[in-house]
C-alpha cells in the first residue's frame, strides 16, 4: 500500500531522476527557497543526463555578476557538471530589460566556464517567470 502513495509534488532524485521540466525544477528549487522571499540565487548543477547533482544558494547581497562567478566557479570545479538551471528570487518585480541582460550575462559566464545554462527562472512573491525561454 505504501509503493502506491506519492506525495502531491514530484521531486527529482538527485543523480537518478533527470530534471526535465520546468515542473521539475521548481520542485528542486522549492527546497532551497527561504520564506519569506529575500534576494538569492539558486542554482541546480546537473550531470550530461540532467540528473541533480547539486543545489547552490547564494544570497544576492553583491551583483549577481560576482554572485554568479562565484556560482560557476563551484559548478566548474566538479567533474561532472556539464550544465545548470539557475533562479533568482527577487521579492519585487524587475522590469524585462533588466531580466534579459541578466540572462545574457548568466548564459555567457556559464559558457566561458565550458557549462551549459539550460533555463533562468524568476522567482517573485507575485509569479514566476522564465525570461530565457521568451
Known sequence: MLRTLRAPVYVPSPHI???????HALA???????RPLCPELLVIMLDSQFCGVGLLSFDLDAPLSDVLD????????TDVTTSII???????PTH?????????????????AGITALDWYVITSGAVTCPSRR
Open 70 to 77: 562565484q556560482a560557476v566557479g563551484m559548478c566548474s570545479a
Open 86 to 92: 539557475a533562479a533568482s528570487v527577487k521579492p519585487q
Open 96 to 112: 524585462v530589460g533588466t531580466e534579459n541582460s541578466e540572462w545574457q550575462l548568466i548564459r555567457e559566464t556559464c559558457r566561458r
Open 28 to 34: 528542486v528549487f522549492s527546497l532551497a527557497i527561504r
Open 17 to 23: 531522476d533527470p530534471i526535465t521540466t520546468p515542473q
